[in-house]
């Protein structure tokens, strides 16, 4: 446990300066959009809104930081991190211009009907540049699925695995509003919960991987937690898309949201295990310290 841990915190971020930087871009381009929302008015007419440019940025800012995280962690050698990231910087900085000027000027980034050839084009690149982080994306999770990759850090890379597996439902929800042309499916149905959601994984699972390693708990007990956070959330996932595909609305009381509610509860639930574990040992510590 104690290697695992040395190992899994030395790894954090290193060698990945430029990803996190590009991350704090974006959280940057959301806090303008956020004030300017505030004080002059979110709707930027015919079809642009501040708000969906913030909450954008903001996702895809954390998105970059939380994958620099991990990236030390994927195995990869210099030459195929640096092509990693590099790729991913620049798809970045594109859906961060596009998202932000595109909404400034009253224009929807993605479905410019209206718009001029500029926007039709700028759009048609966008929707080439989703596919393309979702492609890199991929590339980059197979990567935590490599024998030495997980024999380096075994309960990390565990917590990765799955997130990476949630981050492909995202990716697929994404995909799925651009081909169906916008959110909305049937009467209520809204797909960007089911992509917004599936990415927090990478910050959700990891991150009780991190603290499971950092307790005095068996390591069976551990990697069993580290399971059902990681079944719990992809079930989850699995129960929200099937009622957006039925076209019914997540705040309803029927079986599928209540089971989506039930899995995440059941992921905070680990995770607060985790927590308390890992506090205990501190403290636990510091007592045979004093």
Same mark, same amino acid.
Request: charged letters at 10%; a positive charge.
């Given at each position: 446990m104690g290697t695992d841990k040395a190992q899994g915190e030395a790894g954090w971020f290193t060698g990945e300066k430029w990803m996190v930087a590009t991350g704090l871009l974006g959280f940057a381009l959301a806090l303008m959009c956020g004030v300017w929302a505030l004080i002059g008015g979110a709707e930027m007419p015919p079809d642009g809104n501040l708000w969906k440019a913030f909450s954008f940025n903001a996702a895809l800012g954390i998105f970059m930081l939380s994958t620099a995280a991990i990236s030390p962690l994927s195995g990869m050698g210099r030459k195929g991190r640096a092509f990693f990231r590099w790729s991913y910087i620049v798809l970045a900085l594109y859906s961060y211009f596009l998202? $932000? /000027?595109?909404?400034?000027?009253?224009?929807?980034?993605?479905?410019?009907?209206? @718009?001029? $050839?500029?926007?039709?084009?700028? #759009? @048609?690149?966008?929707?080439?540049? %989703?596919?393309?982080? #979702? *492609? !890199? !994306?991929?590339?980059? %999770?197979?990567?935590? &699925?490599?024998? $030495? $990759? !997980?024999? %380096?850090?075994?309960?990390? /890379?565990?917590?990765?695995? !799955?997130?990476?597996?949630?981050?492909?439902?995202? &990716?697929? *929800?994404?995909?799925?509003?651009?081909?169906?042309? @916008?959110?909305?499916?049937?009467?209520?149905?809204?797909?960007?919960?089911?992509?917004?959601m599936g990415f927090h994984a990478i910050q959700a699972l990891p991150f009780i991987a991190w603290l499971a390693v950092g307790s005095a708990l068996p390591a069976a007990f551990r990697r069993t937690l580290i399971h059902v956070s990681g079944i719990a959330f992809f079930l989850g996932l699995l129960a929200m898309g099937w009622q957006t595909l039925l076209g019914r609305p997540l705040l309803e009381w029927s079986a599928l949201p209540l089971a989506a509610a039930a899995c995440f509860i059941l992921v905070t639930a680990a995770g607060a295990r985790s927590l308390f574990a890992e506090r205990q040992r501190r403290s636990d510590g510091k007592g045979i310290s004093a």
């Amino acid at each position: 446990m104690g290697t695992d841990k040395a190992q899994g915190e030395a790894g954090w971020f290193t060698g990945e300066k430029w990803m996190v930087a590009t991350g704090l871009l974006g959280f940057a381009l959301a806090l303008m959009c956020g004030v300017w929302a505030l004080i002059g008015g979110a709707e930027m007419p015919p079809d642009g809104n501040l708000w969906k440019a913030f909450s954008f940025n903001a996702a895809l800012g954390i998105f970059m930081l939380s994958t620099a995280a991990i990236s030390p962690l994927s195995g990869m050698g210099r030459k195929g991190r640096a092509f990693f990231r590099w790729s991913y910087i620049v798809l970045a900085l594109y859906s961060y211009f596009l998202e $932000t /000027v595109q909404n400034i000027r009253g224009v929807n980034p993605r479905f410019a009907e209206n @718009g001029s $050839t500029f926007d039709i084009i700028a #759009a @048609g690149v966008f929707g080439l540049v %989703a596919l393309l982080l #979702a *492609g !890199y !994306y991929l590339l980059f %999770a197979i990567q935590f &699925f490599k024998r $030495t $990759t !997980y024999e %380096a850090n075994p309960e990390l /890379v565990l917590g990765i695995r !799955y997130a990476m597996v949630s981050i492909m439902v995202a &990716f697929a *929800g994404g995909i799925s509003i651009s081909m169906n042309g @916008g959110r909305f499916i049937g009467a209520e149905g809204n797909l960007i919960w089911l992509h917004g959601m599936g990415f927090h994984a990478i910050q959700a699972l990891p991150f009780i991987a991190w603290l499971a390693v950092g307790s005095a708990l068996p390591a069976a007990f551990r990697r069993t937690l580290i399971h059902v956070s990681g079944i719990a959330f992809f079930l989850g996932l699995l129960a929200m898309g099937w009622q957006t595909l039925l076209g019914r609305p997540l705040l309803e009381w029927s079986a599928l949201p209540l089971a989506a509610a039930a899995c995440f509860i059941l992921v905070t639930a680990a995770g607060a295990r985790s927590l308390f574990a890992e506090r205990q040992r501190r403290s636990d510590g510091k007592g045979i310290s004093a």
